[in-house]
Structure formats: C-alpha cells, structure tokens
C-alpha cells in the first residue's frame, strides 16, 4: 500500500532534545511478554495525522552498551508503530509558516504496546537506519529544492519581461538582469548537485557525502533565489497571491528539514577526514 500511494508512514525521529543530537532520545522501550512497551514523545513529524497514516517508525532507547572508552551508549532502535494503537495520541497540527499543505505534528506515546516483531532491523541499529534513510532522502529533498529555485527563476523572468517601470521591462536594468543571471546559475548548479548524487544512489557507490552536498547547494539555491525574487516583484512580491510570496515562506524549511545546513557541513567535512 505504501508503495501503491494508498497508504503513507512517518519518520519518528525528533525529539525536543534529539535531532541532529540523535543522543538525546528519550523516548524509551522495553520488552514485556512479547511486546513493546514504548514510552516517549516525538516533535515535527510529518505524514504522522492524515487520513491515510497506516504507521510511523520511531527510534527510542531500548537499552545501554558499552563505548570503547568505558563509558556507556544509548542503544537506539527502530520499531514500527501503526496508526490507532493505544497510547499513541496524534496532537493537533502545527502551526508552520509554511509548507501549508504538509501534514506535521507532535507525537505522545504512552504504554504503547506493539510485538517485539514490530523491530525493524537489528536491535540496536535504529539510528544507524535511520541515517541511511535520511541519506536517501536528502536525494529527493535536493531535488525538490532544486525545483523551488527553478520556479523562482522562473516567476522573476516572467515578471521582470513584463512588469514595465520608466518606459520600459524592468529586465532591461542591469541589476535585475544581473540578478536573474545569479539565479539561473544557482537553479542550475542545485540540479546537476542532485543528479550526480542521484546517480551514485543508483549505481549502488558511496553517496552519503554528495547528498549532503547537494543538500546543501540546493535548499541555499532555494532560499536565496526566493528572495531575489521576492525583491525583484517588489511590493507585489509582499502579497500571498503571487508565487513567490509562498516561495518566500517556504523555502526557509529546506535550510531546517532532513538535517540542517550545519550537519550538512559537518557530514562534508567528514567525507574529507576532518
């Protein structure tokens, strides 16, 4: 059903003090009878309230190991939890200022009891899961804000060709065609970024780095292409009937979701041994 789009699952990873920080997890589960228990919250989830949520995958602590310097780890551990089991209380939605039309919301688990068959993989390798997950996903993520960099792009020329100031296209002016040009080489750059690490996905060769980058490029393309746009409509670009007013409102998020700007750069400067 997933797959078919007739159903959809979240990605329970955040917590109020665990996201980039995946150390900071509380959200605990233990083994009882058969089952687990699971006991915890989780923060910004999306897809987690629609009509058509069939589950969500949390991490949560179910146990402790032992570092190499003697000192004790969280074991984290993804476990499958379907919609309407006991415990789970979806909280009301967000409030965001924008991406309007995603569904996202605070989980509450509490006494959530689901079989210990619901572990998904190995015990103790829920974030190492989730991470290669998140790897994934930052493919599709480049992509899309690639996309919100060509359709800024492409508003700013629409307007700038027709938006007539002192007896002529605005377009004419140096600045704004400059601008424009600014643009169009950032909306290009966030697509070959996202190819290339869509290719080595594909190829089945190491990624995790040329994700992260393209990432990176993509949601700076998106944003600063939403506000040289914005600028370049001027006032009009102010009002939420025009494309770029919601470009402007939504592309701050791709600088935040599926990791930030800051652990893009840091997984970068891994991949170079830092």
Aim: glycine share 12%; hydrophobic share 40%.
């Amino acid at each position: 059903m997933l797959a078919r789009g007739e159903a959809l699952g979240a990605f329970g990873l955040t917590e109020a003090d665990a996201g980039s920080d995946a150390a900071g997890t509380r959200t605990t589960a233990r083994l009882d009878d058969g089952d687990w228990v699971i006991d915890g919250s989780k923060q910004f989830i999306t897809n987690s309230g629609t009509e058509i949520t069939r589950l969500v995958t949390i991490t949560a602590v179910t146990g402790r190991s032992r570092r190499a310097d003697g000192g004790q780890a969280k074991e984290l551990t993804a476990i499958l939890v379907p919609s309407g089991t006991p415990g789970l209380t979806v909280e009301p939605s967000y409030d965001k200022v924008g991406w309007h039309t995603s569904d996202t919301h605070p989980l509450t688990l509490r006494g959530v009891r689901v079989p210990e068959a619901n572990m998904l993989g190995e015990r103790g390798r829920g974030f190492a899961n989730f991470i290669q997950t998140l790897d994934e996903g930052r493919v599709a993520f480049a992509a899309l804000c690639a996309g919100a960099a060509q359709g800024c792009l492409e508003e700013a020329v629409r307007y700038a060709k027709t938006r007539n100031v002192f007896g002529h296209p605005i377009g004419a002016n140096q600045h704004i065609n400059f601008m424009i040009a600014r643009m169009q080489s950032r909306a290009h750059s966030a697509g070959l970024a996202w190819q290339d690490a869509a290719r080595r996905l594909d190829a089945g060769v190491p990624f995790k780095t040329q994700a992260s980058m393209a990432k990176l490029i993509g949601s700076e393309a998106a944003m600063a292409n939403a506000r040289d746009a914005t600028q370049i409509f001027g006032g009009y670009g102010f009002m939420n009937e025009n494309a770029v007013a919601r470009h402007y409102r939504d592309s701050k998020i791709l600088e935040i979701g599926e990791g930030t700007t800051e652990v893009q750069l840091m997984v970068i400067a891994r991949g170079l041994g830092f």
